[in-house]
């Protein structure tokens, strides 16, 4: 890793300028999380009075444990659900913001404000929208001869999240989607279009396949956030019921060690979404690094 | 564009306009919610139209807030949640621009292994070691204060990289420079480092009060105290009274006012919103 050529001398500065930094992340970030190892591989009673080292049992009890698999499964429609929604959503709505050239930064803005919302303050707003006996949308659908109702159907449920999830991330891969777009040369779509090509296929030819960095960026992105930052929207909607039909891994983490007080599940699935949050952050990374290459 | 098609740019506006209504309309059914009196909730379906119990909701949010659920006025659930929000963007901005700048103006052992257990924050969510995180707190005696609330969330590997790199891009001679003037250290960081990096500073202080104002599972877990609650975990404890006693004109102003400033916050700063997000995340 570089330096500068030139650096200041110093014995001890170095060291107390990088205390606060690295005092915090032993304490709150190292120190759990090797805790959390450790207690991956122990059983305790209810009580907390004993626990017992049981090597890798935790983990394989998850394997065996069907609300276990199923809490997999419902995350992997979750993130696949979500991501693709806000991604497409993102996708459209930036191709075409980027052909207007006065109204550009007007649409911008009222499409980037949804960052700022809090996944929980999501989860409500639709949650309102989709409630059973006030909400609009069960009254439209019914109207077609559906009836909503998150609080019997896992479908329905696991729509609503996805529909919170995905609509706080469209802001998010908009601007990423624009401006990849915008780095794209204006002479190779020029070109296209002198040649005769159709906007449509210059967007599928050239514009989408100069897009694919962002979009794989991207997706890393959003499986990240699907995964690890709706605990919000879960807990304050859905609560990961009707029947265990929206609890994703990290709501079942929260649920299974502060509910239901099984610390040593709880540390191994931690573990184990330890392992996946290293995966995507790595493989982020390989790929930033690479692109930086370009 | 390159070819100028008069039915085209009719439809590309078409779908942005549907697109930016989709987006407005949840934000939109809340402030009309929040502008109505309990009876219009009781009668089945929300109006589409904003009534005129707005200043009544609001002004009964704010100073009382729902006492009967436990949830203690909207007023000071936003001021705990602005200092919490101010003390994490200001705690991530200074231990990040101090480490940053220890890691590239200075040689020294194991800078390497630092530099490492700084990235290793990244891949280490609150969600995935919410337990043990929770217990050393207790034991640190941090819960339901507002130390407890920040200093756990501070370590910010993205903002230690990014000013990492903008330092790399910093020339050489001003360092040069600075030390043939006879500056120590402590006075180049503060006289020449800090003004370079206003822009970057003010960048990341919008995406990181953002990210401090919606925390929620943290406050959740560490407070119980409702003196501590913050606005954005405080409207949970809201919706779950309100389930069986609608309440949602009140609990739809308690929304709007906990969206509201980090809202705003990106409405006006947006240009340096998209740089600070642009610029963390690659």
Request: proline fraction near 6%.
């Given at each position: 890793?570089?330096?500068?050529?030139?650096?200041?001398?110093g014995?001890?500065?170095?060291?107390?300028?990088?205390?606060?930094q690295?005092?915090?992340t032993l304490?709150?970030?190292?120190?759990?999380?090797?805790?959390a190892?450790?207690?991956?591989?122990?059983?305790?009673?209810?009580?907390?009075?004993?626990?017992?080292?049981?090597?890798?049992?935790?983990?394989?009890?998850?394997?065996?444990?069907?609300?276990?698999?199923?809490?997999?499964?419902?995350?992997?429609?979750?993130?696949?659900?979500?991501?693709?929604?806000?991604?497409?959503?993102?996708?459209?709505?930036?191709?075409?913001?980027?052909?207007?050239?006065?109204?550009?930064?007007?649409?911008?803005?009222?499409?980037?404000?949804?960052?700022?919302?809090?996944?929980?303050?999501?989860?409500?707003?639709?949650?309102?929208?989709?409630?059973?006996?006030?909400?609009?949308?069960?009254?439209?659908?019914?109207?077609?001869?559906?009836?909503?109702?998150?609080?019997?159907?896992?479908?329905?449920?696991m729509?609503?999240?996805?529909?919170?999830?995905?609509w706080?991330?469209i802001?998010?891969?908009?601007?990423f989607?624009?401006?990849?777009?915008?780095?794209?040369?204006?002479?190779?779509?020029?070109?296209?279009?002198?040649?005769?090509?159709?906007?449509m296929?210059?967007f599928w030819?050239?514009?989408?396949?100069?897009?694919?960095?962002?979009?794989?960026?991207?997706?890393?992105?959003?499986?990240?956030?699907?995964?690890?930052?709706?605990?919000g929207?879960?807990?304050a909607?859905?609560?990961?019921?009707?029947s265990?039909?929206?609890?994703?891994?990290?709501?079942?983490?929260?649920?299974?060690?502060?509910?239901g007080?099984?610390?040593?599940?709880?540390?191994?699935?931690?573990?184990?979404?330890?392992?996946?949050?290293?995966?995507?952050?790595?493989?982020?990374?390989?790929?930033?690094?690479r692109?930086?290459?370009? | 564009?390159v070819?100028?098609r008069?039915w085209?740019?009719?439809?590309?506006?078409?779908?942005?306009?549907?697109?930016?209504?989709?987006?407005?309309?949840?934000?939109?059914?809340?402030?009309v919610?929040?502008?109505?009196?309990?009876g219009?909730?009781?009668?089945?379906?929300?109006?589409?139209l904003p009534?005129?119990?707005?200043?009544?909701?609001?002004?009964?949010?704010?100073?009382?807030?729902l006492?009967?659920?436990?949830a203690?006025?909207?007023?000071?659930?936003?001021?705990?949640?602005?200092?919490?929000?101010?003390?994490?963007?200001?705690?991530?901005?200074?231990?990040?621009?101090?480490s940053?700048?220890?890691?590239?103006?200075?040689?020294?052992?194991?800078?390497?292994?630092?530099?490492?257990?700084?990235?290793?924050?990244?891949?280490l969510?609150?969600?995935?070691?919410?337990?043990?995180?929770?217990?050393?707190v207790?034991?640190?005696?941090?819960?339901?204060?507002f130390?407890?609330?920040?200093?756990?969330?501070?370590?910010?590997?993205?903002?230690?990289?990014?000013?990492r790199?903008?330092?790399?891009?910093?020339?050489?001679?001003?360092?040069?420079?600075?030390?043939?003037?006879?500056?120590?250290?402590?006075?180049?960081?503060?006289?020449i480092?800090?003004?370079?990096?206003?822009?970057?500073?003010?960048?990341?202080?919008?995406?990181?009060?953002?990210?401090?104002w919606?925390?929620?599972?943290?406050?959740?877990?560490?407070?119980?105290?409702?003196?501590?609650?913050?606005?954005?975990?405080?409207i949970?404890?809201m919706?779950?009274?309100?389930?069986?006693?609608?309440?949602?004109?009140?609990?739809?102003a308690?929304?709007?006012?906990?969206?509201?400033?980090?809202?705003?916050?990106?409405?006006?700063?947006?240009?340096?919103?998209?740089k600070?997000?642009?610029?963390?995340?690659?």
């Open positions: 890793m570089q330096t500068k050529r030139m650096t200041f001398p014995r001890w500065l170095p060291y107390a300028l990088l205390a606060p690295v005092i915090i304490i709150f970030f190292i120190w759990p999380a090797g805790k190892m450790y207690q991956s591989l122990l059983r305790e009673d209810a009580f907390g009075l004993r626990s017992t080292f049981v090597g890798l049992e935790n983990f394989a009890r998850l394997f065996r444990d069907g609300a276990y698999l199923n809490s997999l499964s419902v995350t992997v429609v979750f993130a696949v659900g979500t991501t693709l929604i806000s991604m497409s959503v993102a996708l459209l709505l930036a191709s075409t913001v980027n052909r207007m050239i006065r109204s550009r930064s007007t649409y911008t803005t009222l499409l980037v404000w949804p960052y700022a919302i809090a996944p929980a303050i999501a989860g409500v707003l639709w949650w309102f929208i989709f409630n059973p006996s006030i909400g609009i949308v069960p009254y439209l659908l019914e109207m077609v001869g559906y009836n909503w109702n998150h609080r019997t159907s896992g479908n329905d449920a729509l609503l999240v996805i529909l919170a999830a995905a706080k991330q802001s998010y891969n908009f601007l989607f624009l401006a990849g777009m915008q780095s794209i040369p204006q002479s190779l779509i020029e070109a296209a279009a002198i040649d005769g090509a159709s906007p296929k210059r030819t050239i514009v989408f396949p100069l897009l694919s960095p962002t979009t794989f960026f991207l997706m890393v992105v959003n499986v990240v956030y699907a995964m690890f930052d709706t605990f929207i879960i807990h909607t859905t609560q990961g019921g009707p265990q039909a929206t609890n994703i891994l990290v709501y079942k983490v929260y649920a299974d060690g502060f509910i007080l099984n610390l040593g599940s709880s540390a191994a699935q931690s573990v184990i979404l330890m392992i996946i949050v290293i995966l995507l952050t790595v493989v982020q990374f390989r790929f930033i690094e692109r930086v290459n370009y | 564009m070819e100028n008069p085209a740019n009719l439809f590309a506006h078409t779908i942005l306009i549907i697109g930016v209504a989709l987006v407005v309309f949840p934000v939109y059914i809340a402030i919610a929040s502008t109505h009196g309990p219009e909730f009781l009668r089945g379906t929300l109006p589409l009534g005129p119990h707005a200043i009544d909701n609001y002004t009964a949010m704010w100073s009382t807030g006492s009967r659920a436990g203690p006025p909207a007023g000071q659930m936003l001021w705990n949640s602005f200092v919490m929000a101010m003390a994490i963007t200001i705690g991530k901005l200074s231990i990040s621009l101090l940053a700048f220890a890691i590239v103006y200075f040689r020294f052992r194991f800078r390497m292994f630092f530099f490492w257990i700084i990235f290793i924050t990244l891949m969510p609150v969600e995935v070691r919410i337990i043990p995180t929770f217990q050393v207790a034991d640190l005696k941090m819960l339901n204060s130390a407890g609330l920040s200093i756990p969330l501070i370590a910010s590997a993205t903002a230690t990289f990014l000013f790199q903008f330092f790399m891009t910093v020339p050489e001679e001003m360092l040069e420079a600075a030390r043939v003037d006879g500056a120590g250290p402590l006075k180049f960081f503060k006289d480092l800090m003004p370079l990096s206003i822009t970057n500073i003010a960048a990341l202080f919008v995406i990181m009060f953002i990210y401090g919606n925390q929620y599972l943290w406050p959740l877990l560490i407070t119980t105290d409702p003196d501590y609650y913050t606005i954005v975990m405080g949970q404890r919706t779950t009274a309100a389930d069986g006693d609608p309440q949602w004109h009140l609990v739809m308690a929304v709007v006012m906990a969206a509201l400033p980090p809202v705003l916050v990106v409405l006006f700063m947006q240009r340096l919103f998209v600070g997000l642009t610029e963390t995340e690659k």
